[in-house]
């Protein structure tokens, strides 16, 4: 039932544009698919549309997933859904990585109990299917965690050299992923038969993702475009460290939050706080708590910041929060056998019913503003040219998608639009911010040409542009 009720919010948007919660990284990487496909773009030379006077060529994940994008909507006009489609069968994947993995090492009830706890997290409905790379690297690092545990001999070889490539390639697509590596190297060292080749293996798995975005890095540095910020210092690292934001919402909000169902959270406690007084922790659950201290720390104040980092640990909470609630569930059958169903029952409800409530106002909104956006762009703007809008947005690319143009970021403490461009205000993320910045461009001369709840759009001279507002 839980499964039915995540694929049914799924489902519900696999086609919608990006006007979610998180548009914001959705059109980063959207826009990155069009330009593939309507500038013929080198596959190692991805470009944006904030580019001001610039080409565009920026660095980011390795962007096969952009490219596939980029090379279904060309043909299909539609550039999001082949990505959702993407990213939902990589979930699926990590759901059935994560069943499969439990039901080898602790049976059928707990590899129910880690499938309950995957299918009702808060992230996995919406970030399930997004065009954002984590889906797919989330689902490779799950399947490079089960491929350790086969129960096969005759596997001990592929298990030294697929599972460290698929965290490579999960890493390629997701820097922090890389942190898979730990545990599929610790389970890999009892499961394989040349621990010398897994050892060869690993360590060149770290060699393309290191390769990869210190070239992504250069690139970022070529037009100083920093749109998906591909790397971190260890000097920003430490500071973010510092930041008590890092630790309120990576050890004391997210937990109860986002991550998974609280009373997750909550029974995991629970089990470990009787575990360590019993003297009987398990060592696997230490290895994907420490796995899961390495990304959070390698991932910073960023990867607090946004909640959907999360996603791709959600293998291990499943494991982690799955194998806990088995824990008390067959306690409670050794102590109050008749209340297990009604238990069980229960909780799946509390945690689905939660599920919906906590990610309801991510889904896609405004629609039919974010269209009538698209459609008078298509007619007063035309087609694509260079730097021909001025963006006031405090950084989000969203109206560069639906405007489908190419310029740059305006400033929002002394908004202006140069001679002969649009000017377009993102109404719902400046919120109250955006009657100053309007107020401002049409004293400067900016004439309103369209507006409605989501954007206002102006046009600074020379003539003919057409005064006057086009309300919706």
Not at 294 to 319: E, K
Not at 363 to 384: D, I, M, N, V, Y
Not at 423 to 448: H, N
Request: glycine fraction near 10%.
């Amino acid at each position: 039932m839980s499964v039915v009720v995540w694929l049914t919010q799924s489902f519900s948007a696999l086609t919608a544009p990006p006007t979610g919660g998180h548009a914001w990284r959705e059109t980063d990487g959207l826009i990155v698919a069009r330009n593939y496909c309507e500038e013929g773009a080198p596959f190692t030379r991805p470009r944006v549309s904030n580019r001001a006077d610039s080409d565009g060529v920026t660095g980011l994940e390795f962007p096969v997933l952009n490219w596939i994008s980029g090379a279904v909507g060309c043909r299909t006009g539609d550039f999001a859904t082949p990505w959702r489609v993407l990213s939902l069968l990589f979930t699926l994947s990590g759901a059935a990585a994560v069943f499969l993995f439990a039901r080898r090492r602790w049976g059928q009830l707990a590899a129910a109990m880690c499938l309950l706890v995957f299918a009702t997290s808060p992230l996995v409905p919406y970030f399930g299917r997004s065009t954002q790379p984590d889906a797919v690297a989330m689902g490779l690092a799950g399947l490079a965690l089960l491929i350790p545990s086969s129960p096969s001999g005759e596997r001990r070889r592929v298990t030294a050299v697929l599972a460290p490539l698929l965290v490579s390639c999960a890493a390629l697509i997701k820097l922090p992923a890389i942190v898979y590596l730990l545990p599929v190297f610790v389970l890999g060292w009892s499961a394989a038969r040349s621990r010398a080749l897994l050892l060869l293996t690993t360590a060149l798995s770290l060699l393309p993702p290191f390769l990869w975005y210190r070239y992504a890095r250069a690139l970022e540095l070529t037009n100083g475009l920093t749109n998906f910020g591909v790397t971190r210092s260890p000097s920003q690292l430490l500071r973010e460290w510092l930041m008590p934001e890092f630790w309120r919402l990576d050890f004391t909000q997210h937990p109860f939050d986002v991550w998974v169902f609280p009373l997750v959270t909550v029974v995991v406690l629970l089990v470990a706080v009787a575990r360590v007084r019993a003297r009987s922790i398990s060592r696997l659950m230490v290895l994907f708590g420490a796995t899961a201290l390495a990304y959070l720390f390698l991932c910073g104040y960023s990867g607090a910041h946004h909640d959907y980092y999360g996603l791709i640990l959600a293998p291990l909470f499943a494991l982690g929060g799955g194998r806990a609630l088995a824990v008390a569930v067959e306690w409670l059958g050794n102590h109050r056998g008749k209340l297990v169903p009604a238990a069980v029952v229960t909780f799946a409800l509390a945690a689905m019913g939660y599920q919906v409530f906590r990610g309801w106002h991510w889904w896609p909104r405004h629609r039919a503003q974010w269209a009538a956006l698209q459609a008078f762009s298509e007619k007063t703007l035309g087609p694509p040219g260079p730097n021909r809008v001025m963006v006031f947005s405090g950084g989000s690319p969203q109206l560069f998608w639906f405007s489908h143009q190419h310029g740059g970021f305006g400033l929002l403490e002394a908004p202006a639009v140069p001679a002969g461009r649009y000017g377009l205000v993102d109404r719902l993320r400046l919120k109250a911010d955006a009657a100053r910045i309007e107020a401002a461009l049409k004293a400067s001369g900016c004439q309103p040409l369209f507006e409605n709840d989501v954007v206002f759009v102006c046009g600074m001279g020379p003539p003919g542009f057409e005064p006057g507002t086009k309300r919706l």
